[in-house]
């Protein structure tokens, strides 16, 4: 058989894996493995893509005037200043291959966002993976130590998925502090609205003072959008110009654009939603306290059990439970909050545990 003509560096990489998906009929029945809202998209976001969906003979507005105007408005910025994607994940491919290239380095913690490695990867970049916290936190001593003459990209995932662990604004602007000016840092905030700790940070102000810094944001998770693929970062002019010569061409679609300005229309709505998630978020980590565990504070909407060699096993007692979970085999598993059904399930895996 012919060799085709491949990427050998693409051998050592592993494919993303995504969160599994329950079968019709058969199998867990909660899918709480992807991070995802619980809620069905809300009743005024629907009507507006159905009213877009028949423009879908039109390639979309590629630049996305109209939202990326709004999403200037609202975060005070200049409309050069916002950079769209299909997804948080493809502003951080955007950014990665905007600064790095082969044999440059991207610095970041692990565990983190399992894309951050094969994004780096397939822009040619060497991932650094630098290792957490014993509290499952950034070690960001650590990682300003591996900052180097080859490093193009530090990235910071505040709440970090998937521990569910975040800095403080003076922990964060202290890290900006000692970073090389000349070195671009990404704030990736996906998870920012679940983040109502005291003095979290607030990236937006960051943005304005520090001009290596690129924050990312999404409308995947709070705002429900997973299934439509839109995010957008701020980004210091040069950055967002460098960042749109590589994304792909129409890669945000008008339903897409269309559902995130009607999900920003309908702010007060969905900020009551994340409220909701939050104070769930609250209960379940009171009720696993009080059955024994001892697990990494959390502001994101999951938690992370950090299980070890235990981490199988326990993943097929919450697929018993009806639960699917995101495991990371000898590492641990993370379990994001559904509905009160799904929840109750959650617990009652996470007690059986505890026996
Ligand atoms: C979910 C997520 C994103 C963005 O996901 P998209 O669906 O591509 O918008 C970005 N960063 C982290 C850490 C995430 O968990």
Redesign the pocket.
């Known amino acids: 058989m012919t060799t085709l003509r491949l990427r050998a560096d693409l051998d050592a990489l592993a494919a993303y894996r995504p969160g599994k998906a329950p079968v019709d009929g058969q199998g867990p029945r909660f899918k709480l493995s992807?991070?995802e809202n619980p809620y069905p998209p809300l009743p005024s976001v629907l009507a507006r893509v159905a009213e877009l969906a028949g423009q879908v003979n039109r390639y979309p507005d590629m630049a996305g005037h109209a939202l990326t105007a709004r999403l200037a408005g609202l975060h005070g910025v200049a409309g050069e200043q916002v950079v769209l994607?299909?997804?948080?994940?493809?502003?951080?491919s955007q950014l990665m291959r905007a600064t790095a290239g082969t044999g440059d380095e991207i610095v970041f913690a692990w565990r983190?966002?399992e894309?951050?490695p094969l994004l780096a990867v397939a822009a040619g970049a060497r991932p650094v993976q630098v290792p957490l916290t014993a509290a499952a936190g950034h070690d960001f001593a650590a990682m300003r130590a591996a900052v180097g003459e080859r490093t193009r990209l530090v990235i910071v995932?505040n709440p970090?998925?998937?521990t569910g662990t975040v800095a403080g604004h003076a922990e964060i602007e202290e890290f900006l502090g000692s970073v090389p000016p000349e070195v671009v840092v990404l704030l990736?905030e996906?998870?920012l609205q679940f983040n109502q700790a005291a003095g979290a940070p607030d990236g937006v102000e960051l943005f304005r003072r520090y001009p290596n810094l690129v924050v990312?944001r999404?409308?995947?998770?709070a705002y429900g959008l997973?299934g439509l693929?839109?995010?957008y970062a701020l980004a210091p002019e040069p950055v967002a110009v460098a960042m749109r010569k590589v994304a792909v061409p129409f890669g945000v679609t008008t339903l897409a654009q269309g559902a995130a300005l009607a999900s920003l229309d309908a702010g007060d709505e969905l900020a009551g939603r994340v409220d909701k998630l939050v104070a769930e978020r609250d209960r379940l980590a009171d009720a696993l306290a009080w059955q024994g565990w001892d697990l990494p504070a959390t502001q994101a909407n999951f938690f992370w059990f950090p299980l070890g060699d235990r981490t199988g096993e326990a993943a097929a007692v919450f697929a018993k439970h009806g639960v699917l979970v995101r495991p990371f085999a000898g590492e641990g598993l993370r379990v994001c909050i559904g509905d009160d059904e799904a929840n109750e399930a959650l617990l009652g895996a996470a007690g059986e545990l505890r026996k």
Do not use: H
């Not at 994607?85 to 951080?92: D, L, P, Q, S």
């Open positions: 992807s991070n994607g299909a997804g948080g994940v493809e502003i951080i983190s966002f894309a951050y995932c970090n998925n998937p990736d996906a998870y990312a999404t409308f995947s998770k997973a693929r839109v995010g």
